[in-house]
């Protein structure tokens, strides 16, 4: 796990929650954030955000790239890609340019895709198929 | 005009050995000055307090980071220079500065290439590298009263720190983030350190590791790397802020600049305060 999260870029994030803190408010950085502990509140990051799969997030979150392996209550803003790993809940809309989820993921909300993205993703599942 | 503030203790009494020498070479390179000498806690700020009220500019601290923190927490104008000839037991900021002996200090003073750093409040103090607090503050505080570097006493401090480190219970701690969030996190080991010493091109920014008491075999890499006083970098959370507010429970002591200094709780700011340092490197500013 600790592998792929730095493959995720937990290693060079500016900002690192431990498993072990409880926050409360809203996180904003400029560059990546990569949290694994408890929020309440907001998260907005310039760059990539990172859920991590011992994460329990209560509020919503906006960046570049969104990752979540954790538990997340709140909707999901990012310009380019989300990806929902194997252990992700979701419990929120998500908006964002391409969508990943993977088998296991748990997604309760509704989804918006830019166009010119959408149809990206069809045009991969086709040649996936 | 150059001011000299000797701490006499510093480095188990290093001065006494090479005060001779040092003077020589201070008068070959023309920069000899009024040397003075520290008897106690926070003389070095007084007197370089009243080293500038007299009107010298350049303050030499001959001492290590303890003497030096106390001299740039009694700069009270702009236009002073600030040099450090490393004689102490801690020399981080010195070394940092690209200063590694008295020798080559006494170029450095000559040359007089300046620096100028931002320094960071902690409370009514300024300081200009970083704060700890935690397991290594409690450690740190033991070297400084039983400073022995050689190999065997080195020896002996790991395995101490280390039968010290299993038994350490985590303190709690309550972080107010620049009025933006608030953090709590049992903390094994905390630092804030200034972004912009560190990098000068980098964003001036307070950066908050908290470091979570570590499993067995990452407490031999973490104890290693504390007692050669390298920097510690891998934390469990770090986040960076202009100002935050540290609470402890139970209250802790803290190590400034290398320097005991306070406890806990604590507010941290970055301030508009600059101090310009003689230093090897050239200015990135």
């Not at chain 1, 694994?36 to 919503?60: E, F």
């Not at chain 2, 038994?167 to 996190?185: F, M, N, Q, T, W």
Request: proline share 2%; net charge neutral.
């Amino acid at each position: 796990m600790a592998r792929k999260q730095d493959l995720l870029g937990v290693a060079t994030a500016d900002t690192v929650i431990g498993s072990s803190v409880r926050l409360k408010g809203n996180v904003a950085s400029d560059g990546d954030i990569a949290i694994d502990g408890q929020l309440v509140g907001n998260i907005k990051s310039g760059g990539n955000v990172t859920i991590g799969m011992n994460a329990r997030i209560s509020g919503d979150v906006t960046g570049t790239n969104v990752s979540v392996t954790g538990r997340l209550e709140g909707n999901i803003k990012a310009t380019d890609n989300t990806s929902l790993l194997e252990t992700a809940q979701v419990n929120g809309d998500i908006s964002t340019g391409t969508l990943e989820i993977s088998l296991g993921a748990v997604f309760i909300g509704a989804n918006r895709m830019k166009a010119a993205e959408a149809t990206e993703v069809q045009a991969r599942t086709e040649v996936e198929g | 005009m150059y001011y000299y503030v000797i701490n006499p203790a510093a480095g188990k009494g290093a001065i006494n050995r090479l005060q001779e020498k040092l003077r020589e070479r201070l008068r070959e390179l023309g920069i000899d000055g009024e040397f003075a000498k520290t008897t106690g806690l926070g003389d070095a700020t007084k007197m370089t307090k009243a080293a500038i009220e007299k009107g010298y500019n350049t303050i030499v601290v001959v001492g290590g980071d303890g003497t030096v923190n106390e001299a740039i927490n009694g700069i009270t104008k702009e236009n002073v220079a600030v040099g450090i000839i490393p004689i102490g037991t801690s020399n981080l900021l010195a070394h940092h500065m690209g200063i590694n002996s008295w020798q080559q200090a006494c170029e450095v003073l000559a040359a007089r290439r300046l620096a100028s750093y931002g320094l960071i409040a902690a409370g009514q103090k300024v300081f200009l590298s970083t704060l700890t607090l935690g397991f290594e503050t409690d450690i740190d505080k033991q070297m400084e009263t039983a400073p022995d570097s050689t190999v065997k006493a080195r020896v002996g401090q790991f395995v101490s720190a280390f039968g010290q480190a299993r038994e350490y219970a985590p303190l709690k701690c309550h972080i107010k983030v620049d009025g933006r969030y608030e953090l709590e996190s049992p903390l094994f080991s905390l630092t804030v350190s200034n972004q912009k010493f560190d990098n000068p091109l980098a964003e001036n920014k307070l950066v908050v590791t908290i470091f979570e008491k570590p499993g067995r075999k990452q407490l031999t890499t973490y104890l290693w790397g504390m007692l050669k006083k390298n920097q510690l970098e891998e934390g469990t959370t770090r986040f960076k802020a202009d100002r935050v507010v540290i609470e402890t429970d139970p209250q802790t002591g803290m190590m400034i600049d290398g320097k005991v200094s306070g406890r806990t709780p604590i507010a941290i700011r970055l301030t508009d305060r600059r101090v310009r340092f003689i230093t090897e490197k050239q200015s990135n500013f």
